[in-house]
């Protein structure tokens, strides 16, 4: 079974798996190809580049592959399957920075996945370090809070985060909801990140493509955030129209909890009629986002997301209330959208 976090090799050249279901192909971003100006070399001594999510979609090669934004590979035409779990104890034996991390949580169901599980890490390579089902990952997130309080680690780098990510939200906005999502942190040095894979758990979200009706805000309450930290990030909200928020960037995983409000700006979609607000379809968030107010008023940084807003928006008034009509649809259920 192909499954989120996998990796799979069509002739020289590596994808990510991004979904749990692959019916009609392997849903998958193209990752690393072959380069002979490339920083990452492979056992064999073969050079190899990381692609951008804009590098992938112009890469010739896969161009019949593509749909809606992503590569959905054919299963016959798959070369060779990389599971992170299964393949963990082997890296762990070539890889030292791997083999610490894995003895840190010690969990009995754990991976790595990225370049280190097909073997083009680069010099600054950080461990994407996968877990396996929900009450796995939450202990192991329980790990990194209590081994930051205990001192047996490290805070993550979160300025260096905030400008790879190319975050466009206020850096104080970011570091508030970043610093209580342990979900990555530094042990000896190493950069790691802790990333949840659900096992054999069902989940309520289609991974179809819906119908776009146009970009909204909205403010609401979250009401279920157990698959916060999933791929897409998912937050059941009280909202009259959109029943669900879901974020495809890992920058909004963990964004917000259960009994928070939230104010988040994406695009509208329709899926088996019920109304989904989806963010962060590119990895680069631009004007797309998901904040916890509640976190905001904590922290005293409403007036700043604020300000950001009307900066960002180029407007003197809150674009929460844009007013925006919709051009789609107006069938649509009373959302205010626009394009």
Request: hydrophobic share 35%; proline share 4%.
């Amino acid at each position: 079974m192909i499954r989120l976090r996998d990796f799979i090799r069509v002739e020289d050249c590596y994808f990510s798996v991004v979904g749990y279901e692959h019916i009609d192909g392997v849903k998958c971003l193209l990752r690393y190809v072959p380069s002979d100006s490339g920083d990452r070399i492979d056992s064999r001594g073969r050079r190899y580049r990381k692609l951008s999510h804009g590098e992938a979609l112009q890469y010739e090669k896969f161009r019949e592959f593509q749909k809606d934004g992503i590569f959905v590979i054919p299963h016959n035409i798959i070369d060779e399957i990389y599971k992170p779990d299964e393949m963990l104890k082997e890296i762990c034996k070539r890889d030292e920075e791997v083999a610490k991390v894995a003895d840190f949580f010690g969990l009995p169901k754990m991976g790595v996945t990225g370049s280190r599980l097909i073997g083009l890490k680069g010099m600054s390579s950080d461990v994407d370090f996968v877990v396996y089902g929900r009450n796995s990952f939450e202990f192991g997130r329980e790990m990194i809070a209590e081994g930051l309080k205990k001192g047996e680690i490290e805070p993550p780098d979160l300025v260096r985060i905030y400008e790879r990510r190319k975050v466009t939200l206020p850096f104080e906005i970011f570091r508030v909801h970043e610093e209580r999502k342990f979900n990555k942190a530094v042990l000896d040095g190493i950069q790691f990140d802790l990333l949840f894979v659900r096992d054999r758990e069902s989940s309520p979200i289609p991974e179809k493509k819906g119908r776009k009706l146009g970009i909204a805000t909205i403010t609401a309450r979250v009401t279920d955030s157990k698959l916060a930290f999933d791929y897409p990030a998912c937050y059941f909200v009280d909202h009259p129209e959109v029943r669900t928020v879901l974020s495809f960037t890992h920058t909004f995983v963990g964004q917000a909890f259960d009994g928070e409000t939230i104010e988040a700006r994406g695009v509208v979609e329709e899926i088996n009629g019920e109304f989904y607000l989806i963010v962060g379809t590119l990895r680069e968030t631009r004007r797309e986002y998901i904040v916890s107010m509640t976190l905001l008023n904590k922290f005293n940084l409403e007036d700043e997301f604020r300000r950001w807003k009307a900066k960002a928006f180029k407007c003197s008034s809150d674009p929460s209330s844009t007013n925006l009509k919709s051009e789609g649809d107006p069938k649509y259920g009373g959302i205010t959208v626009g394009r």
